[in-house]
């Protein structure tokens, strides 16, 4: 039988193009991608969306867009920056949005292996920020992968691409990236009719 292609979602950075947290999402997606699966890429100011709010269903083509892209993923990898603490309120807020899938045949994240990374300017930052997405991600049914990537950025881990980044990090990232990619094949040839 022929393992389905799985999609996996990589979802994160800051509003700075291509900083720390975009840079280590994009190692782990290529990883993931190096074991087949397709990947989608939401990050950077594509997440900057109104805050989520309860009292209407109204949305606009970006939160249309993120939702229908969770919808449609077999697993996640998820990278926040640390912002004073925790995860950024850019990252929560696009999170927050998941509850519009609630009532799906696969509600939340109910199924799906979630990569989580954390990127700080110290590892207390970064350590809270991946312990943030742990908490959230199981509150939302996620399954976070094993291995979560912490990345302390004012030690000079992270590099432009994985070619000049600490190489320890880079094998950490693409462990992670290959564990969802795996697991989220895994899932979806279980859900898939046999023959």
């Given at each position: 039988m022929t393992r389905p292609t799985p999609l996996v979602l990589a979802l994160g950075g800051s509003t700075t193009p291509m900083s720390a947290s975009e840079r280590a999402l994009r190692?782990?997606?290529?990883?993931?991608?190096?074991?087949?699966?397709?990947?989608?890429y939401l990050t950077g100011r594509q997440l900057m969306l109104p805050i989520y709010d309860t009292e209407?269903?109204?949305?606009?083509p970006g939160t249309t867009a993120l939702i229908d892209a969770i919808r449609r993923a077999d697993g996640l990898i998820i990278a926040s920056p640390g912002y004073h603490g925790g995860i950024s309120g850019?990252?929560?807020?696009?999170?927050?949005?998941v509850e519009d899938l609630?009532?799906?045949?696969?509600?939340?994240l109910d199924g799906r292996?979630?990569?989580?990374?954390?990127?700080?300017?110290?590892w207390q930052t970064a350590v809270g920020t991946l312990h943030q997405?742990?908490?959230v991600v199981h509150?939302?049914?996620?399954?976070?992968?094993?291995?979560?990537?912490?990345?302390?950025?004012?030690?000079g881990l992270m590099g432009t691409d994985a070619s000049d980044s600490d190489e320890t990090v880079v094998r950490q990232l693409q462990t992670m990236g290959e564990q969802v990619a795996e697991m989220a094949a895994l899932l979806a040839s279980a859900r898939s009719p046999r023959d």
């Amino acid at each position: 039988m022929t393992r389905p292609t799985p999609l996996v979602l990589a979802l994160g950075g800051s509003t700075t193009p291509m900083s720390a947290s975009e840079r280590a999402l994009r190692i782990a997606g290529d990883a993931a991608s190096a074991t087949g699966a397709q990947l989608e890429y939401l990050t950077g100011r594509q997440l900057m969306l109104p805050i989520y709010d309860t009292e209407t269903a109204d949305r606009t083509p970006g939160t249309t867009a993120l939702i229908d892209a969770i919808r449609r993923a077999d697993g996640l990898i998820i990278a926040s920056p640390g912002y004073h603490g925790g995860i950024s309120g850019m990252i929560k807020n696009a999170l927050d949005y998941v509850e519009d899938l609630r009532r799906d045949d696969r509600p939340y994240l109910d199924g799906r292996p979630v990569g989580l990374i954390g990127v700080a300017h110290g590892w207390q930052t970064a350590v809270g920020t991946l312990h943030q997405l742990r908490q959230v991600v199981h509150s939302l049914r996620g399954w976070p992968s094993p291995l979560g990537v912490a990345i302390n950025d004012s030690s000079g881990l992270m590099g432009t691409d994985a070619s000049d980044s600490d190489e320890t990090v880079v094998r950490q990232l693409q462990t992670m990236g290959e564990q969802v990619a795996e697991m989220a094949a895994l899932l979806a040839s279980a859900r898939s009719p046999r023959d």
